[in-house]
């Protein structure tokens, strides 16, 4: 934040004016790209295809299949994991998240 000095005070030889003498000049933050950022040389055409590839991948994948092979141990009878790979019961908030994720697959698996 910019502190600036009153409005009754326009000397320059005011101890309000130092203000601006003490502040630093600094560069502007630069931000580090985030996860989901493009790289640098791949085209949102590139992108665009090898997401619809996945996509088409998926639809082959029947949604009771949809976690096997990753990190769960057991399963509810339509496929959404319950406990984790070490035995422990996923939390509330972590089933929900998958059912999203089953719901969204199947919709894809059977259009």
């Known amino acids: 934040m910019i502190r600036r000095p009153p409005r ?4 320059s030889s005011s101890a309000a004016s130092d203000v601006y ?9 630069l931000v580090p790209p985030r ?8 085209s ?6 090898t997401a619809m590839a996945r996509k088409v991948a ?3 994948v029947h949604p009771s299949d ?3 092979g990753q990190p769960y ?5 339509d496929g959404i994991p319950t406990h984790g790979l070490d035995g422990e019961l996923i ?14 697959h199947k919709l894809v698996y059977e259009s």
């Open 21 to 29: 003498k003490r502040q630093e000049r600094r560069p502007p933050n």
């Open 91 to 104: 939390s509330k908030n972590g089933r929900k998240k998958l059912k999203k994720q089953w719901l969204k």
């Open 73 to 77: 141990s057991r399963f509810d009878e």
């Open 58 to 60: 998926m639809r082959t």
């Open 44 to 49: 949102r055409k590139a992108e665009q295809d």
């Open 35 to 42: 996860e989901g950022d493009r790289e640098a040389g791949v």
């Open 8 to 11: 009754s005070t326009l000397s």
């Open 66 to 68: 949809m976690f096997r």
